[in-house]
DNA sequence: CCCCGTCTTTGACCCAGATCAATGCAAATT
DNA sequence: AATTTGCATTGATCTGGGTCAAAGACGGGG
């Protein structure tokens, strides 16, 4: 088994050690309730491409993934498939007030999650302001990425895509892991494509264009932005 | 002064006879804390184009749509427009933790809001689960909304874009004022082309294309779905 | 070390939708 | 009624990115 390209710490089992406590929903929970919720919740591994849920599946769990990298995506009934997210430790993924899930999860790599039933939850959350607070300023934190991702997918150009998605990759592994110009890219090109919604022979050739133009660098399993103020007004643009 | 194609009845000015009590976020409020809400919400009208607040505006208010209808977007420093969402009577809006709005939301036709201090609210919210929770789900259906319009400017072509467009406004008007297969468009062409990615020409030669097929019939001010087994059916492909 | 399968890159060509340019059309203005 | 104004439609042409096809490149298993 590979090690993770995003790895973080896992010594224990509990909550109180755990690598995401600081940054996800938990962070909003007191030493009591999270002895709590620490009974709610157990942690579940998936190999590298395995589904943690799918898009049709009755949503009876949320997610918390504290190890790895998954893919959010959707599928139309012909095949195409748009990537809606990619998620990193500390990540919340599962919010919905549907039966059903509307979209699918699965690892890019092997993945840990903290796997909590919705219902039991549910009950726990009920009368926990603070908690709602949190899981509101997820949601909401959410809603903004996603707008911010419809104007990429509807008026911008293959070149400020993959830029704009290279810099935004960076920024959060940078918020994970501290600074360094040197962005991991765990998925595939076929994946970066459903993100972008281009094809992976576009994302190839402005990857190979992006690189000729000094403004990366391309390695095996990631990139280096070379030039990383001109990604970023190409992102900004 | 025109009146609003999708009009609700605002006879008093209290919460207790809103037009829009029954759907929106105050639906989650007893009697009491209805009336305490009212202390902090007052009516706002706006005219036909003009904007409630931009881009941005430091995010001091929270709006809940009583009458009319408004789109909601962002601009490209350049210029181009995405609308991330077209909002109607009972829609809330300007949730958010950021100071900043990060898109501007402008009146299309007259406009009356229930405008509330984000502040205030804020306390007010504070520890009143019921009102979190309800808000909490407000979000997380228009996060889902968002997923399924990335799926669209994604990966749809434009006849599958119009179509589905039509579709959805028809099934949200179909919600607010009964079953019509008549539908009232009161955005412009151009709105509907920044709304799907596309621009003014395609969404066009689109509707006259569907025309010619049968599937609609292009009104003044709107369209009648003809053929809506055959719309739904490009709209789910 | 060498297949073999999978993923990525590159090249040649094509087309859906963009761009550019009139023209149509209806409400508001004189 | 004539004129302006602001869409919306239509036509002609162009092009960014898609499609199809063929090499690389790379890692895993025997």
């Not at 896992?10 to 030493?31: E, M, P």
């Not at 796997?115 to 949190?134: D, I, M, T, V, Y």
Request: charged content about 25%; glycine content about 8%.
């Amino acid at each position: 088994m590979k090690t993770s390209l995003v790895a973080v710490d896992l010594h224990g089992q509990g909550c109180a050690d755990c690598a995401v406590r600081g940054f996800s929903v938990c962070a909003s929970l007191d030493q009591f309730e999270m002895r709590e919720f620490e009974q709610l919740s157990r942690r579940v591994n998936f190999a590298s491409c395995e589904t943690i849920f799918a898009q049709e599946d009755s949503s009876s769990f949320f997610y918390n993934l504290l190890d790895g990298v998954m893919r959010l995506y959707k599928l139309l009934p012909d095949g195409r498939r748009q990537i809606v997210g990619f998620v990193l430790p500390g990540d919340f993924v599962g919010m919905t007030t549907d039966e059903r899930h509307g979209f699918s999860a699965d690892a890019i790599g092997p993945v840990t999650v903290c796997q909590f039933a919705k219902l039991p939850f549910g009950r726990f959350a009920e009368h926990k302001p603070n908690l709602l607070r949190r899981m509101n300023e997820l949601a909401v934190q959410e809603l903004n990425h996603a707008r911010d991702h419809m104007v990429l997918l509807g008026r911008r150009s293959a070149e400020e895509k993959v830029a704009t998605f290279l810099v935004g990759w960076r920024d959060r592994l940078v918020e994970l892991r501290g600074p360094s110009n040197v962005v991991p890219l765990p998925m595939s090109r076929q994946d970066i494509a459903d993100y972008l919604g281009l094809t992976i022979e576009t994302v190839s050739r402005t990857f190979t264009k992006l690189e000729r133009e000094g403004i990366i660098a391309i390695l095996p399993g990631g990139v280096s932005l070379r030039d990383s103020a001109r990604a970023e007004a190409l992102a900004a643009a």
